[in-house]
């Protein structure tokens, strides 16, 4: 019963001192592994609300709001009271169960965030309370309003920075940063195609390339507003933007005027748009996939294969910060925060109280048309 409490929790990432209450376990034999180890320990981080799901499932349907007993503090553990985090789509598939990598239910919900040192286990020494932090790499468990890991996993951050921006600046940002910068070599004066401009990835690409000089031609979907929407991502630097019906044409090139055809095109959508993606790459180029958003599948024609030489690859944030990354990425964290600072990086959100939750949840699951990013203010 021990090891089995034990395994639960940990999928929870709660340490073993936590007991979720009785909404999700009801042993007694569960109870009682827990207070016996409360009763040895010396610093207790004080209960914490979670978004929880016991089961994969639709995320409105299975994820519920529950209390949690405060957790023990081991010596190099640091408690971080939660000020902001994310939905994110891939928040999203953990939830639904297909995303590759999550952790297994019951588990609290979230994957990156911003909060403050509350308290730290007596071996630690880079963090004092009162610390701004990110988990980098991101990790688990988010979602609730006291989060208590291990030292490593936080990354400091400066408090200068806006919340929203702290909570959001890896998972979508970085990838942005990464797809400029580790695919092929770019060159001022150069050009991308990506569809998913509206996206928090594709709006932090138009920036990011157009801070190195590189043209950006976006596709987004043809949806209410598309006026206001193009206006907004031209205001932050994009160079064209069509909707995917206006792409619908023979002659595709004609419509980029003085813009050199791109060697580079980013996918996070897939079916159509994708093939759009493909249609205004030159001669040679390659399209990086790096998300699914219509759930249709990429095709490519046999002749553009052939006749076109396109090559296909995909990005995972995930495997990259896997390959000893980790450093390497909170640099470059840094470094995006720092465009934050001087305003030269900015993308659409929309702060919710955690007691709203549900609504951002809803706004995230689509049920009320394109929204901007839901981020959680607990
Ligand atoms: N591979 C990686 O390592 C990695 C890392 C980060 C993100 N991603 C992926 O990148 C994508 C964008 O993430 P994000 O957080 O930046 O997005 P986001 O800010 O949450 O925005 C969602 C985007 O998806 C579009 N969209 C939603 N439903 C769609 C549908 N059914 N068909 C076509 N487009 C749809 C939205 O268009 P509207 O504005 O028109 O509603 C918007 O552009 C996601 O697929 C995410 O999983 C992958």
Known sequence: MRKRAKKMLRSLSLKPSYLPFKSIFHTSSLRSVVLNTRAFS????PPSKAIVYETHGQPDVVTKLVNIPGAELKENDVCVKMLAAPINPSDI????GVYPVRPEPPAIGGYEGVGEVYSVGSAVTSFSPGDWVIP???SSGMWQTYVVKDQNVWHKVNKGVPMEYAATITVNPLTALLLLEDCI???SGDAIVQNGATSMVGQCVIQLAKSRGIHS???IRDRPGVDEVKERLKHLGADEVFTENELEVKNVKSLLGGIPEPALGFNCVGGKSASLVLKILRQGGTMVTYGGMSKK????STSSFIFKELSLRGFW????LNTDKTEEGRRMIDRLLGLVQDEKLKYKMELTPFNDFNTALDKALGKHGSQPKQVIKF
């Not at 599948?297 to 490519?300: A, D, E, F, G, S």
């Open 42 to 45: 010396s610093a207790v981080s």
């Open 93 to 96: 598939n953990r939830i639904q």
């Open 136 to 138: 980098s790499p991101p």
């Open 185 to 187: 070599t770019l060159n």
């Open 217 to 219: 031609i976006n596709i």
């Open 297 to 300: 599948p990429v095709t490519v």
């Open 317 to 320: 944030l995930q495997n990259w």
